[in-house]
């Protein structure tokens, strides 16, 4: 951007600031004494303001990439409000509505770009950590599931009901199902039972009027939309009522590793059209790194990480390997038998045997956040030996194990739900995702390691799907479009990055949001938006 550039947009900003309160501080007050007067017994406990002394703590305890706030945020918010029942949310819509402040929902703190707690407008954000209560009803085998729980909380109040009872969702345990399951839910066991979405049946939102929808009060379409629209469009979504899965007593995992010397491009190249087509119970998930190589120091070579789960036991699985992919050479002491909820903890890098499952329930993350950059794409096509080997060339040029590539195999189930079924969109074709990442730990470098992913998701252009290119929303990239955030949005402007999260389904979810939302009271820089269509 040119400094003149950049002094314009710092000064429509201040423009914007003063247009939406002309004294920020009777607003403030304002705002406070809506809550109260609304809700008369308003906790407040549950009321953050920036004088609060632990204002900060609350913000920061669930961020997980210290990149957003440097890169986009000129504000924080003026209040963090942690409701602890429906009716305290309902006064956050009304009181935000009614002041002319934007409004952030938080679950797990999770999005890849900060929305739900960065704005460049005058913002509040309402944090479901207290709203998190999760219930069984055994017989039915389902649970109705409030949305500030993380996945570690699910997977671990699941366990303590049945050994043979499970979900599909994310590996890391501090997402938060409000999020996650929005935007549809990639999980080690996707290629049986597909996403988090394809098992919700009942949902409860808050809409821009504070009525409180269930399934059956807000209709299809939008029980639709916010299984892979994402939430943050249409309203709040205080809980999902989801079917439990079925597993059995013991599930095997096993992770190897193959360099370059050991064959690993070859398997790469078998792998793709291996992972999606094998059997729908083996899920097979690459981690790719540029690593020294020990054989000859100051050389780099390429790691492979075979990285999977098999839902049954390990002599069926050695017995599909061998069929199937017999040159991965995997052995039964590579393979490790244990319970579904010890899995869990396998994959989320905690030793099942050293700790016990109650680390699940820890809502802090174990490693400390870095920035980061991630960006996602899908493969339709086996990428060439050539195309491979590029993309270890631009890996080289990274610092070593600080860029990684994660394929994660589509196929079975997946592809068998229609396209149209739920707003996630790419299922049918779809070999594998591709999720491309790279972290570092000192701000100053971030120009340098963003610019390097930008340049291999140029290159990586040739090799993954056209037209559009598409991109996972819960591997949520500013780069790919954003929003007028002051003002309307035209439908071509959207376009730019709706297509490639939603594909086909983007035009029924601009027809959800003008019904549910008219005024686009539920905005951010990638939201659906409110078009008015004669
Ligand atoms: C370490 C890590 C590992 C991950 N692993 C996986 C994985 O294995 N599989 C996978 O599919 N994804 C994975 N993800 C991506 C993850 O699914 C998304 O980042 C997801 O959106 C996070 O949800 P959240 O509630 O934690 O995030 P938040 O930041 O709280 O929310 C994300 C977006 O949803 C909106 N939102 C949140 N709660 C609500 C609500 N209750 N109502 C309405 N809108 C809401 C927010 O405003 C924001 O726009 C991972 C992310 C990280 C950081
Ligand atoms: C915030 O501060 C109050 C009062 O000092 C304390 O009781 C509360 O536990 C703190 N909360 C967090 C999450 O630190
Ligand atoms: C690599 O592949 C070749 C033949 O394709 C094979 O002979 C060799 O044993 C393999 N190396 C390893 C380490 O698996
Ligand atoms: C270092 O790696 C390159 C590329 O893989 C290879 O051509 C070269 O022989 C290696 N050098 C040594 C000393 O092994
Ligand atoms: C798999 O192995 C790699 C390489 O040794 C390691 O970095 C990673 O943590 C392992 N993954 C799991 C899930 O144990
Ligand atoms: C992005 O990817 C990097 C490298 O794979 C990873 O370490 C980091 O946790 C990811 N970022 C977020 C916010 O999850």
């Known amino acids: 951007m040119t400094p003149i550039i950049k002094l314009f947009s710092l000064f429509s900003v201040y423009l914007l600031i003063s247009w939406v309160s002309h004294s920020p501080k009777n607003t403030d007050e304002d705002f406070l004494n809506c809550l109260q007067d609304y809700n008369s017994v308003y906790d407040p406990d549950n009321i ?25 945020s000129t504000l924080t918010p003026k209040f963090i409000i942690t409701p602890s029942n429906e009716y305290e949310i309902q006064a956050v819509i009304y009181c935000s509505k009614k002041v002319g402040i934007i409004m952030k929902v938080r679950s797990g ?33 389902t649970a109705w599931v409030e949305a500030g729980a993380t996945l ?28 996650h399951f929005s935007g549809g839910g990639y999980s080690m066991m996707s290629r049986n039972f597909g996403l988090s979405v394809d098992h919700i049946i009942d949902a409860k939102i808050i809409d821009v009027n504070g009525r409180i929808l269930d399934r059956k009060a807000m209709g299809e379409d939008l029980f639709w939309a916010i299984r892979g629209g994402g939430g943050a469009s249409f309203g709040v979504i205080t809980a999902w009522k989801i079917n439990l899965l079925s597993v059995p007593e013991k599930v095997t995992v096993f992770n190897v590793t193959r360099t370059q010397e050991e064959n690993a491009t070859e398997l790469v190249q078998l792998w793709q059209s291996i992972g999606n087509t094998i059997d729908q119970k083996l899920l097979i998930r690459l981690f790719i790194e540029s690593i020294s190589s020990t054989s000859t120091p100051g050389n780099r070579t390429i790691s492979v990480t075979f990285t999977s789960m098999y839902i049954g036991g390990v002599e069926e699985l050695l017995e599909i390997m061998q069929k199937s992919f017999p040159e991965l050479g995997l052995v039964k002491e590579d393979c490790t038998e244990m319970e579904w909820i010890e899995s869990i903890l396998y994959f989320a890098y905690i030793d099942p045997k050293e ?10 993350p174990l490693n400390p956040i870095t920035f980061s950059k991630n960006k996602s794409d899908y493969v339709t096509r086996p990428i060439s030996k050539e195309g491979l080997e590029g993309i270890w060339k631009i890996l080289h040029e990274e610092n070593p194990q600080k860029a990684q590539l994660q394929l994660s195999p589509y196929g079975g189930k997946m592809a068998e739900i229609s396209e149209s079924e739920t707003a996630f969109p790419h299922r049918k074709g779809m070999l594998f995702m591709i999720h491309h990442g790279i972290e570092w730990n000192q701000e100053e470098d971030s120009q340098k390691h963003i610019n390097w992913i930008r340049n291999l998701y140029s290159y990586m252009s040739a090799h993954v799907s056209k037209s559009p290119r598409r991109a996972y929303m819960n591997y949520r990239d500013l780069d790919l479009g954003t929003n007028n955030i002051v003002g309307s949005t035209s439908y071509k402007q ?9 594909n086909n389904n983007f035009n029924r979810l601009l027809h959800v949001k003008a019904k549910i939302d008219p005024t686009n009271f539920f905005r951010n820089e990638q939201s659906i938006p409110s078009l008015w269509k004669k």
């Open 152 to 179: 570690g909380e699910l997977y671990y109040a699941i366990s303590k009901q049945s050994d043979t009872l499970a979900f599909v969702a994310g590996s890391c345990p501090t997402v938060g199902v409000g999020g």
């Open 355 to 364: 700790e016990s499952t109650n680390i699940l329930l820890n809502r802090t």
């Open 48 to 72: 953050y303001t920036r004088q609060t002394t632990n204002f900060t703590t609350i913000l920061d305890s669930s961020i997980r990439n210290l990149r957003p706030q440097s890169q986009y």
């Open 494 to 502: 959207a376009s730019k990055w709706a297509l490639r999260y939603f």
């Open 109 to 141: 703190g999770h999005d890849y770009e900060g929305l739900s707690y960065i704005s460049r407008l005058p913002f509040v954000i309402v944090d479901l950590r207290n709203y998190r209560s999760i219930t069984f009803d055994t017989q039915e085998k």
